[in-house]
């Protein structure tokens, strides 16, 4: 993206095809007097129009044809999404239609945005920081109530906030020390050593809990990633369709019938859970089932929890068991005991009875399975969440440096080293927000967006 930012741009807002409306948004310096030799309507010039009004009118060709007629809406700089002076048009929900008015703009050397340019812009114009943009895509990507409470609360300077007042901490003691040092003949102390130690500790203690929440946030913004394991034939691959209420997985009595992963997504409360139903596990000579159970194996290892599911005629497998603790935490791990039909008298201690033929303890089951994401969630829906890799690699190395600065005070080492290292930290948790980034950091960022976004 390497346009100059004084251009005009536009681009369509809203999904491409057939519709009621669509929605066309312009941006820049000269939006208002454009508009206004190809847009006729009953109100005065649209650039002597309030902001934040809307008006009804015709959008004409060059020879003063209709095109189509439509509704203007005025957002003047800036109260508007990009801080620039902004036209939204509203048209007929016809793709042909969208692309004439386009086309009739770009006549006048207006260009087409580029992906994600007009959340960039609002960026650079200061209306939203870094942060806040990216939670912009997360909005509109959200599938699930959780995901999107999560980018709204990032959109809404949650994670922000909290970054910004450790970042403000530690540039309060940079420039300190650095203060003292043009001093150091003097001898003037501003803050002492043990003074400074102390907020570091602090600060680190604050970045582990923020980095803590990595976990949650990932789940929240992209979904559980659940494994259905088990031996053949307990029932997994039933257990699979009664999820989604359809034959999706082969259901036999010839074990080892799953032979590759099998990945559905279910949406329980809110929360997206991404189902993959595996191959039974046990030893084999047929290369495609093993193959299947390496497979196994390999998601087991990247779950977020594990359901392992029993036989009640096998309920007490400790083997497999054991085999499963050596791939994952025991904690991920979720016991069910299917068939439970065979066996009502059955007694169990901490195991989940269920019937999937019966459709009996289901309910219990997802109460568990959200228990288990509620188990890793030790925050409330207003904290300070982490759930993007930048960030998390962005506080990662804002710790590293701390913890050098440290060092560098318990081992008495001159100010000059420990304001370097803080002044590191400063500028990685300046990465999060964009008070320091790169135009490649940027590029990377923005381009993922939608091009009318």
Do not use: W
Not at 12 to 19: K, R, Y
Not at 50 to 58: C, F, K, L, R, V
Not at 66 to 86: A, M, Q, R, W
Not at 110 to 135: C, H, M, S, V, Y
């Amino acid at each position: 993206m390497n346009y100059p930012l004084e251009d005009t741009i536009i681009a369509l807002a809203t999904p491409a095809g057939a519709g009621s409306i669509s929605v066309i948004r312009i941006s820049g310096e000269n939006c208002f007097e454009i508009t206004d030799t190809i847009f006729k309507g009953k109100a005065a010039p649209i650039k002597d129009c309030p902001s934040h009004t809307i008006h009804y009118g015709n959008i004409l060709t060059q020879n003063d044809e209709v095109i189509d007629d439509v509704l203007v809406s005025i957002f003047k700089k800036p109260n508007s999404y990009t801080g620039e002076d902004v036209i939204e048009i509203s048209s007929h929900g016809n793709q042909y239609i969208v692309n004439r008015i386009i086309q009739r703009f770009l006549d006048e050397k207006i260009r087409l945005a580029e992906p994600g340019e007009f959340t960039k812009r609002a960026f650079l114009n200061g209306k939203i920081d870094l942060a806040q943009a990216e939670a912009v895509a997360d909005i509109i990507n959200a599938r699930t109530e959780a995901s999107l409470k999560g980018a709204r609360n990032q959109f809404d300077g949650i994670l922000s906030s909290k970054i910004e007042v450790l970042r403000n901490q530690l540039l309060e003691i940079s420039s300190l020390l650095e203060l003292e040092l043009d001093f150091a003949e003097e001898e003037i102390e501003l803050m002492p050593l043990q003074t400074v130690k102390t907020k570091i500790e602090e600060t680190i203690s604050e970045i582990d809990s923020l980095l803590k929440t990595y976990s949650f946030g990932k789940i929240i913004r992209d979904g559980v990633n659940v494994a259905l394991v088990g031996r053949p034939n307990v029932g997994k691959s039933s257990l699979l369709n009664y999820f989604l209420k359809e034959a999706r997985a082969i259901v036999s009595d010839i074990p080892g019938t799953t032979r590759d992963i099998i990945r559905e997504e279910l949406v329980i409360d809110g929360i997206l859970f991404r189902i993959s139903d595996t191959a039974g596990l046990r030893s084999t000579e047929d290369a495609i089932e093993k193959e299947g159970v390496l497979r196994s194996k390999d998601e087991i290892r990247n779950a977020d929890i594990v359901i392992l599911m029993s036989d009640i005629n096998n309920a007490d497998d400790k083997s497999i068991v054991n085999e499963l603790l050596e791939l994952t935490d025991e904690n991920r791990i979720l016991h069910i005991i299917n068939k439970i039909d065979l066996k009502p008298n059955y007694l169990l201690d901490k195991d989940i009875a269920v019937s999937v033929k019966k459709g009996i303890g289901i309910s219990k089951l997802f109460d568990s399975l959200k228990e288990k994401v509620c188990s890793i969630n030790t925050f409330s829906e207003k904290s300070a969440v982490v759930s993007n890799l930048r960030h998390y690699n962005s506080l990662i190395k804002t710790n590293e440096c701390l913890t050098a600065a440290l060092e560098s005070v318990k081992n008495n080492m001159s100010e000059e080293y420990i304001a370097v290292d803080l002044r590191n930290a400063v500028s990685s948790l300046g990465e999060i927000i964009g008070k320091v980034t790169s135009e490649d950091i940027l590029n990377n960022i923005f381009s993922k967006f939608c091009i009318g976004k």
